[in-house]
Protein backbone atom coordinates (compact mmCIF):
# COMPACT_ATOMS: atom_id res chain seq x y z
CA UNK A 1 0.00 0.00 0.00
CA UNK A 2 1.75 2.98 -1.16
CA UNK A 3 1.03 6.43 0.45
CA UNK A 4 1.06 9.43 0.14
CA UNK A 5 -0.90 10.93 3.48
CA UNK A 6 0.58 9.77 6.91
CA UNK A 7 -2.09 7.32 7.80
CA UNK A 8 -2.33 8.73 11.41
CA UNK A 9 -2.76 12.90 10.85
CA UNK A 10 -3.35 12.60 7.37
CA UNK A 11 -0.09 15.22 6.53
CA UNK A 12 0.30 15.44 3.06
CA UNK A 13 4.26 14.03 1.82
CA UNK A 14 4.30 11.16 4.00
CA UNK A 15 4.68 7.10 3.29
CA UNK A 16 3.68 5.99 6.57
CA UNK A 17 2.65 7.24 9.86
CA UNK A 18 5.16 10.54 10.13
CA UNK A 19 7.39 11.15 13.52
CA UNK A 20 4.84 13.09 15.32
CA UNK A 21 2.18 9.76 14.56
CA UNK A 22 5.13 7.53 15.58
CA UNK A 23 5.48 8.80 19.02
CA UNK A 24 2.00 9.56 19.63
CA UNK A 25 0.83 6.00 18.28
CA UNK A 26 3.90 3.78 19.39
CA UNK A 27 6.23 6.10 21.55
CA UNK A 28 8.60 6.49 18.72
CA UNK A 29 9.07 3.03 17.46
CA UNK A 30 9.21 2.60 14.13
CA UNK A 31 5.81 -0.17 13.19
CA UNK A 32 4.62 -0.35 9.75
CA UNK A 33 1.76 0.87 8.44
CA UNK A 34 1.05 -2.67 6.87
CA UNK A 35 0.36 -5.44 8.98
CA UNK A 36 2.31 -9.02 8.48
CA UNK A 37 -0.76 -10.81 7.74
CA UNK A 38 -3.84 -10.57 5.93
CA UNK A 39 -7.70 -10.92 6.95
CA UNK A 40 -8.59 -14.00 6.98
CA UNK A 41 -5.08 -15.20 8.13
CA UNK A 42 -5.99 -12.80 11.13
CA UNK A 43 -9.79 -13.86 11.78
CA UNK A 44 -8.13 -17.86 11.30
CA UNK A 45 -5.76 -17.09 14.07
CA UNK A 46 -8.46 -15.72 16.04
CA UNK A 47 -10.41 -18.85 15.39
CA UNK A 48 -7.76 -20.87 16.25
CA UNK A 49 -6.91 -19.57 19.45
CA UNK A 50 -10.55 -18.99 21.02
CA UNK A 51 -9.91 -15.84 21.95
CA UNK A 52 -13.11 -14.43 23.37
CA UNK A 53 -14.08 -11.79 20.68
CA UNK A 54 -15.77 -8.83 22.23
CA UNK A 55 -18.58 -7.26 19.73
CA UNK A 56 -19.53 -4.08 20.67
CA UNK A 57 -22.61 -3.38 18.41
CA UNK A 58 -21.80 -3.78 14.42
CA UNK A 59 -18.10 -3.87 14.90
CA UNK A 60 -15.78 -6.76 16.20
CA UNK A 61 -12.18 -5.63 17.68
CA UNK A 62 -9.28 -7.45 18.36
CA UNK A 63 -6.57 -6.55 20.72
CA UNK A 64 -3.22 -5.86 19.87
CA UNK A 65 0.61 -4.89 21.42
CA UNK A 66 3.68 -4.61 20.06
CA UNK A 67 6.39 -7.47 20.49
CA UNK A 68 9.45 -6.71 18.84
CA UNK A 69 8.58 -3.98 16.55
CA UNK A 70 5.50 -5.59 15.44
CA UNK A 71 1.68 -5.25 16.21
CA UNK A 72 1.03 -8.71 16.91
CA UNK A 73 -2.72 -10.13 18.44
CA UNK A 74 -2.73 -10.81 21.69
CA UNK A 75 -5.35 -11.81 24.36
CA UNK A 76 -3.77 -10.15 27.51
CA UNK A 77 -2.36 -6.80 27.58
CA UNK A 78 -3.32 -5.28 24.46
CA UNK A 79 -1.99 -1.69 24.26
CA UNK A 80 -4.32 -1.60 21.05
CA UNK A 81 -7.68 -1.81 19.55
CA UNK A 82 -8.23 -3.08 15.66
CA UNK A 83 -11.23 -2.61 14.24
CA UNK A 84 -11.42 -4.38 10.89
CA UNK A 85 -14.32 -3.61 8.29
CA UNK A 86 -17.32 -4.52 10.20
CA UNK A 87 -19.61 -7.08 8.65
CA UNK A 88 -23.69 -6.59 9.00
CA UNK A 89 -26.32 -5.03 6.47
CA UNK A 90 -25.43 -1.53 6.68
CA UNK A 91 -24.08 0.29 3.87
CA UNK A 92 -20.71 1.02 2.60
CA UNK A 93 -19.11 -0.94 5.19
CA UNK A 94 -15.65 -1.43 3.76
CA UNK A 95 -15.44 2.54 4.59
CA UNK A 96 -16.27 2.76 8.57
CA UNK A 97 -12.72 2.36 9.14
CA UNK A 98 -11.90 5.74 6.92
CA UNK A 99 -15.14 7.15 8.29
CA UNK A 100 -14.06 6.80 11.98
CA UNK A 101 -10.53 7.30 11.12
CA UNK A 102 -11.48 10.87 9.47
CA UNK A 103 -13.98 11.94 12.07
CA UNK A 104 -11.64 11.37 15.02
CA UNK A 105 -9.07 13.67 13.65
CA UNK A 106 -11.14 16.75 12.95
CA UNK A 107 -12.49 16.33 16.11
CA UNK A 108 -8.87 16.87 17.43
CA UNK A 109 -7.00 18.95 14.82
CA UNK A 110 -9.93 21.07 13.98
CA UNK A 111 -12.27 21.30 17.15
CA UNK A 112 -9.54 20.52 20.08
CA UNK A 113 -11.39 17.70 21.08
CA UNK A 114 -9.34 15.25 23.15
CA UNK A 115 -9.79 11.59 21.84
CA UNK A 116 -8.30 8.39 21.81
CA UNK A 117 -4.66 8.52 19.76
CA UNK A 118 -5.54 6.29 16.21
CA UNK A 119 -4.69 5.88 12.94
CA UNK A 120 -5.29 3.61 9.84
CA UNK A 121 -3.57 0.46 9.54
CA UNK A 122 -3.38 -2.09 6.39
CA UNK A 123 -4.01 -5.85 6.23
CA UNK A 124 -1.34 -7.86 3.78
CA UNK A 125 -3.76 -7.99 1.82
CA UNK A 126 -4.16 -4.31 1.53
CA UNK A 127 -7.67 -4.41 3.72
CA UNK A 128 -7.97 -1.41 5.71
CA UNK A 129 -8.41 -1.20 9.32
CA UNK A 130 -8.60 1.26 12.32
CA UNK A 131 -6.40 1.47 14.91
CA UNK A 132 -6.63 3.00 18.51
CA UNK A 133 -4.17 3.32 21.46
CA UNK A 134 -5.85 2.31 24.45
CA UNK A 135 -6.09 5.17 26.62
CA UNK A 136 -6.25 3.60 29.88
CA UNK A 137 -3.36 1.62 29.94
CA UNK A 138 -0.51 3.75 30.86
CA UNK A 139 2.14 1.66 31.15
CA UNK A 140 3.54 -2.13 31.74
CA UNK A 141 -0.12 -3.82 32.49
CA UNK A 142 -0.87 -0.53 34.21
CA UNK A 143 -4.27 0.46 34.67
CA UNK A 144 -6.66 3.60 34.89
CA UNK A 145 -10.10 2.60 35.90
CA UNK A 146 -12.50 3.47 33.46
CA UNK A 147 -15.95 3.36 33.91
CA UNK A 148 -18.27 4.05 31.13
CA UNK A 149 -22.18 5.60 31.85
CA UNK A 150 -23.81 2.85 31.38
CA UNK A 151 -21.72 1.26 34.18
CA UNK A 152 -22.23 4.40 36.08
CA UNK A 153 -25.84 4.17 36.28
CA UNK A 154 -26.16 0.34 36.50
CA UNK A 155 -27.59 0.04 33.14
CA UNK A 156 -27.41 -3.29 31.75
CA UNK A 157 -29.50 -5.25 29.16
CA UNK A 158 -31.11 -7.47 31.78
CA UNK A 159 -32.07 -4.67 34.30
CA UNK A 160 -33.19 -1.41 31.35
CA UNK A 161 -33.88 -4.08 27.86
CA UNK A 162 -32.30 -4.13 24.60
CA UNK A 163 -32.72 -0.34 24.29
CA UNK A 164 -30.47 0.34 27.56
CA UNK A 165 -27.80 2.42 26.07
CA UNK A 166 -30.36 5.02 24.16
CA UNK A 167 -33.04 5.36 26.55
CA UNK A 168 -31.26 8.00 28.42
CA UNK A 169 -30.22 11.66 27.48
CA UNK A 170 -28.07 14.13 26.95
CA UNK A 171 -29.04 16.78 29.74
CA UNK A 172 -28.85 13.29 32.09
CA UNK A 173 -25.35 12.13 31.27
CA UNK A 174 -24.54 15.75 32.31
CA UNK A 175 -26.38 15.88 35.80
CA UNK A 176 -24.31 12.58 36.26
CA UNK A 177 -20.97 14.59 35.40
CA UNK A 178 -22.16 17.73 37.89
CA UNK A 179 -22.22 15.19 40.02
CA UNK A 180 -19.15 12.83 40.31
CA UNK A 181 -16.62 15.40 38.69
CA UNK A 182 -15.44 17.88 40.39
CA UNK A 183 -14.20 19.87 37.88
CA UNK A 184 -17.24 20.45 36.64
CA UNK A 185 -17.32 23.51 35.12
CA UNK A 186 -14.03 22.63 32.61
CA UNK A 187 -15.10 19.29 32.49
CA UNK A 188 -18.96 20.17 31.20
CA UNK A 189 -17.56 22.74 28.28
CA UNK A 190 -15.62 19.44 26.88
CA UNK A 191 -18.67 17.54 26.96
CA UNK A 192 -20.88 20.19 25.37
CA UNK A 193 -18.17 20.41 22.72
CA UNK A 194 -18.41 16.89 21.20
CA UNK A 195 -22.29 16.37 22.03
CA UNK A 196 -22.29 19.24 19.25
CA UNK A 197 -19.57 17.79 17.33
CA UNK A 198 -21.80 14.52 17.12
CA UNK A 199 -25.01 16.46 15.54
CA UNK A 200 -22.76 18.61 13.28
CA UNK A 201 -20.90 15.05 11.43
CA UNK A 202 -24.23 13.13 11.77
CA UNK A 203 -22.79 10.52 14.62
CA UNK A 204 -25.85 8.99 15.44
CA UNK A 205 -24.69 6.48 17.91
CA UNK A 206 -23.18 8.59 20.12
CA UNK A 207 -25.35 6.45 23.57
CA UNK A 208 -23.96 6.24 27.16
CA UNK A 209 -21.05 3.61 26.38
CA UNK A 210 -19.48 6.07 24.34
CA UNK A 211 -18.92 8.52 27.36
CA UNK A 212 -16.45 7.59 30.17
CA UNK A 213 -14.95 8.63 33.55
CA UNK A 214 -11.51 7.89 34.83
CA UNK A 215 -11.46 7.02 38.80
CA UNK A 216 -8.45 9.08 40.42
CA UNK A 217 -7.35 6.26 42.74
CA UNK A 218 -6.28 8.38 45.09
CA UNK A 219 -8.78 11.52 45.34
CA UNK A 220 -11.85 8.98 44.58
CA UNK A 221 -12.80 11.97 42.03
CA UNK A 222 -13.42 11.62 38.54
CA UNK A 223 -12.87 13.19 35.08
CA UNK A 224 -13.85 12.85 31.40
CA UNK A 225 -11.58 10.11 29.70
CA UNK A 226 -10.58 11.77 26.02
CA UNK A 227 -13.60 10.24 23.43
CA UNK A 228 -13.86 7.52 21.37
CA UNK A 229 -16.01 5.63 18.21
CA UNK A 230 -16.51 8.94 16.58
CA UNK A 231 -17.79 8.50 13.45
CA UNK A 232 -20.56 9.68 10.76
CA UNK A 233 -23.02 7.03 11.14
CA UNK A 234 -25.54 8.69 8.37
CA UNK A 235 -22.90 7.06 5.59
CA UNK A 236 -23.93 3.59 6.63
CA UNK A 237 -27.34 4.31 7.86
CA UNK A 238 -29.35 6.57 5.23
CA UNK A 239 -32.56 7.04 6.88
CA UNK A 240 -31.06 7.87 10.59
CA UNK A 241 -32.23 11.24 11.60
CA UNK A 242 -31.33 13.03 14.79
CA UNK A 243 -28.93 11.95 17.61
CA UNK A 244 -28.52 8.75 19.61
CA UNK A 245 -29.71 10.36 22.69
CA UNK A 246 -32.44 13.19 22.88
CA UNK A 247 -31.07 16.36 24.33
CA UNK A 248 -33.05 16.80 26.89
CA UNK A 249 -34.45 14.98 29.98
CA UNK A 250 -38.15 16.51 29.88
CA UNK A 251 -40.58 16.72 26.91
CA UNK A 252 -39.37 20.67 26.18
CA UNK A 253 -38.83 21.71 23.07
CA UNK A 254 -37.76 25.14 21.69
CA UNK A 255 -39.91 26.99 19.11
CA UNK A 256 -37.49 26.13 16.18
CA UNK A 257 -37.68 22.44 17.12
CA UNK A 258 -41.85 22.49 16.84
CA UNK A 259 -41.75 24.08 13.77
CA UNK A 260 -38.90 21.89 12.19
CA UNK A 261 -39.29 18.90 13.93
CA UNK A 262 -34.88 19.19 14.07
CA UNK A 263 -32.77 20.54 16.16
CA UNK A 264 -31.16 23.56 15.09
CA UNK A 265 -29.04 25.97 17.32
CA UNK A 266 -31.68 27.58 19.15
CA UNK A 267 -31.95 24.00 21.13
CA UNK A 268 -28.23 23.68 21.62
CA UNK A 269 -28.49 26.83 23.40
CA UNK A 270 -31.39 25.57 25.29
CA UNK A 271 -29.03 22.45 26.17
CA UNK A 272 -25.98 24.86 27.26
CA UNK A 273 -27.59 26.71 29.70
CA UNK A 274 -29.09 23.63 30.96
CA UNK A 275 -25.36 22.75 31.40
CA UNK A 276 -24.78 25.90 33.41
CA UNK A 277 -22.53 26.91 30.57
CA UNK A 278 -22.38 30.94 30.65
CA UNK A 279 -23.30 32.69 27.38
CA UNK A 280 -20.03 34.05 26.43
CA UNK A 281 -18.98 30.52 26.62
CA UNK A 282 -21.65 28.50 24.78
CA UNK A 283 -21.43 31.50 21.89
CA UNK A 284 -17.69 31.01 21.51
CA UNK A 285 -18.16 27.39 21.45
CA UNK A 286 -20.95 27.42 18.68
CA UNK A 287 -19.20 29.73 16.47
CA UNK A 288 -15.91 27.49 17.15
CA UNK A 289 -17.59 24.40 15.93
CA UNK A 290 -19.53 26.08 13.53
CA UNK A 291 -16.44 27.70 12.05
CA UNK A 292 -13.11 26.33 10.35
CA UNK A 293 -15.21 24.77 7.69
CA UNK A 294 -11.67 24.92 5.24
CA UNK A 295 -9.71 22.80 7.25
CA UNK A 296 -12.91 20.23 7.88
CA UNK A 297 -13.03 20.00 3.94
CA UNK A 298 -8.83 19.48 3.36
CA UNK A 299 -9.08 16.65 6.04
CA UNK A 300 -11.87 14.97 4.13
CA UNK A 301 -10.29 15.01 0.94
CA UNK A 302 -7.20 13.94 2.13
CA UNK A 303 -8.97 10.87 3.90
CA UNK A 304 -8.82 7.72 3.15
CA UNK A 305 -12.55 7.51 2.17
CA UNK A 306 -13.31 6.90 -1.25
CA UNK A 307 -14.33 9.92 -3.70
CA UNK A 308 -18.13 9.16 -3.76
CA UNK A 309 -17.97 8.58 0.22
CA UNK A 310 -16.06 12.59 0.36
CA UNK A 311 -18.86 14.15 -1.19
CA UNK A 312 -21.27 12.10 0.75
CA UNK A 313 -19.36 13.21 4.10
CA UNK A 314 -19.18 16.49 2.93
CA UNK A 315 -22.61 17.12 2.14
CA UNK A 316 -23.73 15.68 5.40
CA UNK A 317 -21.66 17.98 6.81
CA UNK A 318 -22.67 21.26 5.36
CA UNK A 319 -26.64 20.15 5.42
CA UNK A 320 -26.33 19.91 9.50
CA UNK A 321 -23.73 23.28 9.43
CA UNK A 322 -26.77 24.80 7.98
CA UNK A 323 -28.83 23.51 10.91
CA UNK A 324 -26.42 24.72 13.62
CA UNK A 325 -25.60 28.22 12.04
CA UNK A 326 -29.38 29.01 12.10
ZN1 LIG B 1 1.09 11.99 11.25
Known sequence: MKLNVCPGCLSEGFETYCVKCTKLLFDGKKISHILNFTRPEFNKIKMDSKARL??????????????????????????????????????NLYQ????????????????????????????LDDETAYITRRFDVTGEDKRLLQEDFAQITGRTEETHGKNYKYDFSYEEIANLIKKYVSAYPIEIEKYFRVVLFNYLFSNGDSHLKNFSLFRNQKYGDYLLTPFYDLLNTSLH???????????????????????????????????????????????????????????????????????????????????RLGRLRF
Do not use: C, W
Open 54 to 91: SISGIQIKHSLRIIENELKLTERGGQFILKPIPSGQFT
Open 96 to 123: VPANEHLTMQIANQVYNIKTAVNGIIFF
Open 237 to 319: VPNETGMALELFKDEFQTEAFKAGSKYTRPDFVEFAKRLEIKEIRYNRILDEITGKTKKVEELISRSFLNDNMKSEYLKSYQN
